[in-house]
């Protein structure tokens, strides 16, 4: 499985970004999905997930509120709305994926698949 996401940027305060990670090599419809992000000097950290058919979304309690996540199994695809955003939620993000599970990340420090990362940059 191969995961590719875009959508990062430089966003002023307060603004928004919309985050989209497509996969390739095989379906995800039954699988957890979901975003972490590393932030410059941290450890990387859980973001959002959502359950393989979208019934369940989890949040960071940092995050919750202002992202939001969606997958689109038809096309295979995960995406990660940012409102309101703020100079702490600059960082890498990146998506995931783990065929062990279809509801959530059972493990943050042992996921199966993830992307590239795509730089967000909020500046104030």
């Known amino acids: 499985v191969q995961l590719q996401a875009s959508g990062g940027g430089l966003v002023q305060v307060g603004g928004s970004l919309r985050l989209s990670c497509a996969a390739s090599?095989?379906?995800?419809?039954?699988?957890?999905m979901g975003w972490f992000r590393r932030a410059p000097g941290k450890e990387r950290e859980f973001v959002a997930s959502?359950?393989?058919?979208?019934?369940?979304?989890d949040y960071a309690d940092s995050v919750k509120g202002r992202f939001t996540i969606s997958r689109d199994n038809a096309k295979n695809t995960v995406n990660l709305q940012l409102n309101s955003l703020k100079p702490e939620d600059t960082a890498v993000y990146y998506c995931?994926?783990?065929?062990?599970?279809?509801?959530?990340?059972?493990?943050?420090?042992?996921?199966?698949?993830w992307g590239q990362g795509t730089l967000v940059t909020v500046s104030s």
């Open positions: 090599g095989r379906t995800l419809g039954s699988q957890v």
């Open positions: 995931a994926a783990d065929p062990r599970y279809s509801v959530v990340f059972v493990d943050h420090g042992d996921v199966q698949y």
């Open positions: 959502i359950s393989s058919g979208g019934g369940r979304k």
